[in-house]
Structure formats: structure tokens, C-alpha cells
């Protein structure tokens, strides 16, 4: 679950974070230790990673380290004991938990859930299986996407009956099972099944049958109010500069995202994973199966199974991963089962390129060349602007998009963008948005945020030019829909 209150960062929380790197060759000098050690230290400088990582090889951990602040107000480092919110991490736990109670036969996930919910809308609900929450492919919208989230839903508390109403009566989007579309809404959903079913809360649910048996002593369900000893404050990045991460009632990610953890504690998951500990291997390989195209691989039950090309055998190998997002934090829990290797990686600054870390990482461990971080040209491009005017900011951003110290990321340039907005500098913002379009070009979120700029300036001809370009390339963006049928009305 990935979600913040600024308008600006709503809109660039779900974007891909593309860094263009440059690739270096396998430096046989060095332990893999010492590689990975070397990659992440350029990472943190560069102020593109700030949290807690652990990798394992083969099954032993080889790797473990903090990067930067748990806290920047008292100085308090990040270390590998410190606690991350886990965000859409927590969705592999749910899954779990929903096969435990498969194979306790009280469950089935080829049934109607309105069998298990039967105050669901029953016109809905019947075409729905628990098999389709569990895939993203029910067709229930996503909650996290409603344009009043932020302000209205987010930052109070709700049961998880009451906070269920808020979409079961919404039409589907399309017919369950025909696509994948992920929503928490649907991981939501399943925690409440865990409640009916099993008699207790999602959360002693959870305590009672994966983190009491597996010794996960560093794990639960967070509570904005609770004294959690080396938990990591959430921070936003913009720019150079950070911001505390705006409040989330945490009983609504719930068993879609309410979950924090610390890297040693998640490997104590990955390698209970390996085993019949909590679940029998015949409903464990349940969660990794290949059901639905899900990008550019599949969806299982709670997580992503993705291809990477492995060089020593000339084939391709198995990744199962998950990424989460939360107020002030992104998280990336990465497996490769055929040889138990393990990557995690918990960041609390907000939105980072996790998944390039860990694709270097992972050349790493496999002895292939990988790619080292560059600087972000939008974080530095963004200075210029301020200090000099726009005029020398765009001779600056020419001279070195090419570069081999920099890199354009569309995230950045994106915040940037806001940055300038957000101080008045309207003209300033809009030129910055038009280089994010023109490198990324199949990007609706830059076209989105262009025809903000131009809208907020006045011009509402190109307004609607580019929400409706950014319509085009993302149909689920509701916010430029409502937004172009705002303006048509005035």
C-alpha cells in the first residue's frame, strides 16, 4: 500500500523509479560482501537509500547493514534491529494465513466469498471467490485510488466492518477473473474474512499462527500509539531536503499493509518458507503459482513471480518478490527459491528504486556485471533553477542529461516539478514537467502533472490536452477523469 497526504506526492507514489545506470564489470578482487557493501554505500551518498538491508546467499546471510537516520530529529542511525513499516508487504502474510485456514478446511477459494460474508452486497459478492482477492483479479476498486482517500478516509480510524462499506457497494470494474488490478481493497477484504472465519482479529491471528511459531519477535500489526522500541521514523524526500511523512490511520491498510518487521525478522519468514512450518508444501507452492499476468511477470498469492536471467547456467531462475509502500516508507522482500537466496531491503524516506538495488544485488550474487547509481540531474537541476533562474536550470539540465555523473528519473524530476509548483514558481514548474514528458513519453503521471501545471497557470486549452493524453496512457487515473470533468463543466 502505497499512499501520502501532499497532492504532489499522491500523484507520484505508484511511479516506477527508472535510474539509468551505467554497468560495471564483476570485480573478482572483492567478496560478494564487499561488492554489495560498496553498491549500497554509493546508494546512501547519493541519497537514494536510507534504511535497513540483508542479503542472503544460498541461505547464510552474507550481508547486513543500516544506512542513515531511523530518526534525523535525534540522530538515531538506521541498523539492521530497526523496525520499517512493511506496507504491501504485509499481503504475503494474508495470503498465508488465508491457506492456513484452507487447509483447516474452513475455507474454500473456489466459493462465493458472500459464503463467509454474508452481509456482503450479494449481487457482488457471489462473483467473487477468495481466489480472485487474493490475485487482484475481483474487479473491486482499489481504495487507495479514491480521489477523497487522502483526505477524507485515510487518517481515521475505522473497524474493519464499517471501513468495508466504504467500497462493497461500488460497481466492479470488470468481470472477476478476467484481469489483474491491483487493490488493497481486495487484500482488505481478506483480513475480514480472517476475522469471521477464525473468531479473533486479524492481528491475534496473525500473532497466533506465523510470528509466535516462527519467533518473530520484531513483527506486528502498528499502532500509531504504541511505544515500539527502534522503530524507524518515516520521512518524505523532496529534493535535498525531507519532510516527516503526513499521518495514516493504520487501521486501514490493515491485512493489505499494516505491517512493520526488521530484516532480521523477515529472514526468519523467507527461510520458514523452505519448510512445512506453517503451511504443508502442497498448499504452500499455492502462493507461488503463476496465475495472471501481472506486468512484466505473474501474480500467486501475495506475490509477484518474475524471470531473471541467471549467466553460470544460461537460463532463466524463478524470482518471487513484493514491494510495499507507505507513508514514509518502501519496502522490497526479494527471494530466488532454486538457490535460497534472499534480498531485503526497508527504506523509510518514501519512494525509492528499490528494485534496481536489488537486480544489482542480484547480478552480484550471480557473478554478472552490474550497474552502479548515478546522481539525480532533477535534484541538482532543481538547485540551478532556485539559485540562477530557469533559463540557466535548462542549459544545465542539456549539458548533462547525457552524462555519465548523472541520471534522469522520472520520480525526481516529477517531485521537482512540484517543488516549484508549490512555491509559486508556476512557469518554472511547467518547463520541468515538459522535459519529464519528453523522457518519458509513455508516463500518464507526467502527463497528468503537466496538465496540472498548465491548469494551475491558467491555460486550460493544454490543460486538457495533456489530461486527456494522460488518460490515454493510464485509464485508471480517476484524478485527470474527474479533473476533465471539472473543467468541461466550468
Known sequence: MKQRSKHFAVKTILIGLFIQLFTVTVSFGQTKAEQIDKL?????????????ILV?????????????????????????????????????????????LVEQGKLK???????????????LGDKITIHHLLTHTAGIPNYTSFPNFVKDLSINPYSPEAFVKKFADLPLEFTPGEKFAYSNSGYFLLGYIIEKVSGKTYEQFLQDNILTPLKMNNTGF????????????????????????????????????????????????????????????????????????????????????????????????????????????????????????????????????????????????????????????????????????????LTYFNENKNSNTYAINENEMNTAGYQLLQTGKVKEAIEVFKLNVEAFPKSGNAYDSLGE??????????????????????????????????????
Not at 549500497?40 to 535497513?52: C, E
Not at 544485488?361 to 535534484?379: D, E, F, H, Q, T
Request: hydrophobic share 35%; charged share 20%.
Open 40 to 52: 549500497m554505500n554509493l546508494y546512501s551518498d547519493y541519497g537514494q537509500f536510507n534504511g535497513s
Open 56 to 100: 542472503a546467499d544460498a541461505g547464510k546471510v552474507i550481508y547486513k547493514k543500516g544506512f542513515g537516520m531511523a530518526n534525523m530529529e535525534w540522530n538515531i542511525p538506521n541498523q539492521p534491529d530497526t523496525k520499517h513499516r512493511l506496507g504491501s508487504v504485509t499481503k504475503q502474510f494474508t495470503a498465508m494465513l488465508i491457506l492456513q
Open 109 to 123: 477459494l473456489d466459493v462465493p466469498i458472500t459464503t463467509y460474508l454474508p452481509d456482503y452486497p450479494k449481487a
Open 222 to 393: 502498528d499502532h500509531h500509539e504504541t511505544i515500539l522500541k527502534n522503530r524507524a521514523s518515516g520521512y518524505e524526500k523532496n529534493g535535498k531536503n525531507y519532510s516527516n511523512a503526513s499521518y495514516l490511520d493504520l487501521s486501514i491498510p490493515y491485512a493489505a499493509g499494516s505491517l512493520y518487521s526488521n530484516v532480521d525478522d523477515l529472514y526468519l519468514w523467507d527461510q520458514a518458507l523452505y519448510t512445512e512450518q506453517l503451511l504443508s508444501t502442497k498448499n504452500k507452492e499455492l502462493l507461488f503459482n503463476s496465475y495472471i499476468p501481472a506486468g512484466p511477470g505473474q501474480y500467486g498469492y501475495g506475490w509477484f513471480i518474475n524471470k531473471a536471467f541467471n549467466g553460470e547456467k544460461n537460463e532463466s531462475i524463478i524470482v518471487t518478490e513484493h514491494g510495499g509502500g507507505i507513508n514514509g516508507f518502501n519496502t522490497l522482500l526479494s527471494r530466488i527459491p532454486s538457490d535460497k537466496n534472499l534480498v531485503v531491503l526497508l527504506n523509510n524516506t518514501g519512494g525509492t528504486n528499490l528494485n534496481e538495488m536489488s537486480k544489482a544485488i542480484r547480478n552480484i550474487l550471480y557473478n554478472k556485471p552490474y550497474s552502479l547509481p548515478k546522481k539525480s540531474l532533477a535534484v541538482a537541476f532543481v538547485d540551478v533553477i532556485l539559485e540562477k533562474g530557469i533559463a540557466s536550470g
Open 453 to 490: 501545471a498548465y491548469l494551475k497557470n491558467g491555460d486550460k486549452k493544454l490543460a486538457i490536452l495533456n489530461y486527456k493524453k494522460s488518460v490515454e496512457l493510464d485509464p485508471n487515473n480517476e484524478n485527470g477523469k474527474k479533473v476533465l470533468e471539472e473543467i468541461s463543466k466550468s
